[in-house]
C-alpha cells in the first residue's frame, strides 16, 4: 500500500514537472510574439502571391499601388508626415484654476474655433473673386517669342540651281507683344461684377451667422455644464438629507418608535439618492467635452464655469411675436444672404442673355525678326545675311457667334432654372424663420411662467420638510410622511433647475432664432 502511494506521489509529481514546463514554455512564446515591434511584424508579413492577386485590368505597375483584392487591406506605407500635421495644432492656454464666465467662453471661441476661420478665408475668396472680375476691364498684354533653326528646300530650274533646288538655312528669334481690349460685351462684364459682389455679400453675412452659430453652440454646452454642476449640488443635499432622515428612523427605531421597515425605506431611499449623485457626476464629463468642443479646444481641456445660480434669469418679452418675426426678418444674416444668392443668379441671368450679342475688342501687335539666313544650291551661296525690321499693326476685332446648336439658349435656360430655384430657397427660409421664432417665442413665454411656479413649489417643499422632520423627531408624523416630504422637497429642486435652463435655453433660442446680438453678456452679468 506503502509503495503504491510512493508511485503515485512520484508519477504525479514527474506530470506537475513536465505541466509547469509546457506552460512555461507558452508563455515564453507568447511574450515573444507581442514584443515583436509592429515594424518587423508588418517586414514579416510575406507579399500576396501572384494567385492571391485580382486582376485589376490594370498595368503591373499600379497594380501594386492598391491592395491585391477586395478581401486584403491596403498596407500603406510610412505616413509619419502626415499624422504630423494631425498632431500639429494652437495650445490654447485655459487656466485650470479659473472659472469662465459666459462672455470669456465666446470670446474664446470666436478666436480658437476654426469654423470662424473656415467661413472668413470663404468671404475673403468672395472678395478676391470681385478684383477678378474687375481685372477683365483692363487690356491684355502678352509677350511671346519663338526662336530656333530651320532648314527649307524650294525646288527651282537647273539653269539657276544645278542642285534642282534652293535651300534656305534660317537661324532667326521672333518676339511679339501682343495686345487685346475688349471694348464693347453688351453686359457680360458688368453682370458678372453684379453677381460676384451679391456672392460677397452672401459670403459676409454667412461669415456673421457662423459666429452667431459658435456662439449659441456655446450658450448651449456653457449652461448645460453649468446646470448639471447645480444639480450635483441638488444631488449632494438630497443625500444629505436622505442620511438624516435615514439617522432619524434608525433612532427612532431604537427607542421603538419606528419599525424595521420602515427604516429599510428609509435606507433604500439614501441608497437611490447616492445613485442619483453619481449618475450627475458621469454626465459631467459629458458636457465639459461638448462645451471644449463648441469652444474650438481639445476635450482634454478641462474648463471651470461660473455657478448657475449667478445667472439671473432673462427678463420677460415686451414685444408681440410679429414684431418679433418681424425684427428676424429684417436682421437674420443668413436670411439675407440668400436674397444675395438670388440677385446674383439674376446678373448670372442677364450675363447669359448677353452672349446673344457680339463683343468687339482692339487688338494689335508689335513684332521684329532677329537673326540671319543663308541660301544655297544656286550657282553662288549667297552666306550669312540678317536683317532686323519691326512689323506691327493694329485694328478691331469683332465676334459674333452666328450659330452654335443652341447652346446660348441651353445656358439662359439653366441660369434661370437657379434663379428660380434661390427664390423658392428664400420663401423656404423664411418659413422656416418664422416657424422657429414664433416656436422660441412661445417657448420663452411658457418658460417665465413656469419658473415662478417651481420657485414657488421649493420653498413650500422646503418648508413642508423641515416641519415634518421636526415633527417626527418629536414623535408627531410618521416616517412615511418624512420621505415623501423629502422626495417632494428633491424633485422641487431639480425642476427649479430645469425649468431655469429651459427659460436660459429659449432666451438664447430666440436671439438666435431672430439673428439679435449675442445674450452672453446679459446671461453672464
Known sequence: MRLARDKYES????????????????????????????AAA????????????LDSGMPERLSRQIAPNPSTPWRPPALQEYTNVLKAGERVPIDPQKRYD?????????RTNPETRVAWEGARGAAIGIGLVQSEYFPVLALAALGGYKSVAVPAPKDVAPSGFFRFDLEQ?????NLRWLLLDFGRRGNALDAAKERLLSANLAFNRKHQEIIFRVQRAFLALTSLQRKIMVAQSSLDA????????????RTGLATLPEVSLARQQEAQAAFDLEDALARERDAQVTLAESVGITPTTAIQVTDFSALPPPAALEDSVDK???????????????????RAKEAEVRRARAAYFPTLSLVGDV?????????TGGNKNTGWFSAAEPNYGIGLFLEWNIFEGGATRRRVELAEAE??????????????????????????????????????????????????????????????????????????RFVEVDTKLQLLNASSGLAFTTGDSPQGQSLAR
Open 102 to 110: 459666459l462672455v470669456e467662453l465666446i470670446d474664446l471661441a470666436q
Open 242 to 253: 436622505a442620511r438624516a432622515v435615514r439617522e432619524a428612523s434608525e433612532g427612532q427605531l
Open 42 to 53: 508588418e517586414e514579416s508579413r510575406p507579399e500576396p502571391s501572384p494567385s492571391t492577386r
Open 173 to 177: 528669334a521672333l518676339p511679339m507683344l
Open 419 to 492: 434663379r428660380r430655384a434661390a427664390e423658392d430657397e428664400v420663401t423656404a427660409a423664411r418659413d422656416r424663420a418664422v416657424s422657429e421664432v414664433w416656436k422660441a417665442y412661445t417657448d420663452v413665454h411658457l418658460a417665465v411662467r413656469r419658473l415662478d411656479v417651481a420657485t414657488a413649489l421649493v420653498t413650500a417643499s422646503q418648508q413642508s420638510y423641515e416641519s415634518i422632520l421636526e415633527s417626527y423627531r418629536h414623535g408627531l408624523s410618521t416616517l412615511t410622511d418624512l420621505l415623501a416630504a423629502r422626495r417632494e422637497l428633491s424633485r422641487a
Open 11 to 38: 508519477d504525479m509529481s514527474v506530470m506537475l514537472r513536465e505541466t509547469v514546463g509546457i506552460l512555461a514554455g507558452t508563455a515564453l512564446s507568447v511574450l515573444m510574439i507581442l514584443c515583436v515591434p509592429p
Open 324 to 342: 418679433v418675426i418681424e425684427r428676424a426678418l429684417e436682421q437674420r444674416p443668413d436670411l439675407i444672404a440668400k436674397v444675395a444668392v438670388v
Open 367 to 375: 513684332s521684329s525678326i532677329l537673326g540671319q539666313a543663308r541660301i
